[in-house]
């Protein structure tokens, strides 16, 4: 039989372009877990974000060429404010051995 592997997404706030100030209040430092804090975190960001996370918590992969195999980073779609997060992976056993 062959070994499922689950995954958990941690979403990291890691910058906020602009004058730095997000207008839903998102701070850099801000972390959600998917699936459980889903409605927690900006819609239209999470909206955006969404097939990145499905991708990530699937176990597929980004290119080298991009930011990483099991990390990547993406903003919010305010232009004016763009919150930039970076999505990352763990295997869901690693989270509850530690």
Not at 35 to 64: A, H, N
Request: aromatic share 12%; glycine share 10%; with cysteine.
């Amino acid at each position: 039989m062959k070994h499922v592997v689950q995954y958990k997404v941690k979403i990291e706030v890691i910058d906020i372009l602009g004058e730095g100030v997000c207008s839903m209040k998102q701070q850099v430092g801000d972390t959600y877990n998917y699936p459980e804090d889903r409605g927690k975190m900006c819609p239209s960001s999470f909206y955006v974000l969404y097939p990145w996370i499905m991708v990530m918590q699937s176990g597929g992969r980004f290119t080298e060429e991009g930011d990483g195999s099991d990390f990547m980073t993406s903003g919010c779609p305010d232009y004016r404010h763009q919150v930039v997060y970076r999505i990352s992976r763990s295997e869901a056993n690693e989270e509850s051995e530690s």
